[in-house]
Nanobody, 125 residues
Framework: QVQLVESGGGLVQAGGSLRLSCVAS????????MGWFRQAPGKEREFAAA????????YESDSVKGRFTISRDNAKNTVYLQMNSLKPEDTALYYC??????????????????WGQGTQVTVSS
């Protein structure tokens, strides 16, 4: 089992920045690829960003590319999502997720085995 705990969400004005953190416990962190997903009310959960075990391979969705950056610190068992130039449409519950590393990090929710409880991000216009 892997336990994931997100933090760093909050209320921010459009154009502002937030950094989300996700701390993992329970298993060897660098055996896992990590992802960030988000879900707005009434919408499906969508992919935001993912990173492989080493931090070498990263993916971002088209909607966040150039504004969000995913990174990880294996010594701290933590993955981050730096979010800049936030827009009202970025408002959502943001989830951290993990899957056993088997090549490139996955970009669909079905590919992940473990999930955190989520942290709310609200961007006001």
């Amino acid at each position: 089992q892997v336990q994931l705990v997100e933090s760093g969400g909050g209320l921010v004005q459009a154009g502002g920045s937030l950094r989300l953190s996700c701390v993992a416990s329970g298993r060897t962190f660098n055996n896992y690829a990590m992802g960030w997903f988000r879900q707005a009310p009434g919408k499906e959960r969508e992919f935001a960003a993912a990173i492989d075990w080493s931090g070498t391979i990263t993916y971002e969705s088209d909607s966040v590319k150039g504004r969000f950056t995913i990174s990880r610190d294996n010594a701290k068992n933590t993955v981050y999502l730096q979010m800049n130039s936030l827009k009202p449409e970025d408002t959502a519950l943001y989830y951290c997720a993990a899957h056993i590393f088997t090549g490139s990090p996955r970009r669909t929710p079905e590919g992940y085995n473990y999930w955190g409880q989520g942290t709310q991000v609200t961007v006001s216009s």
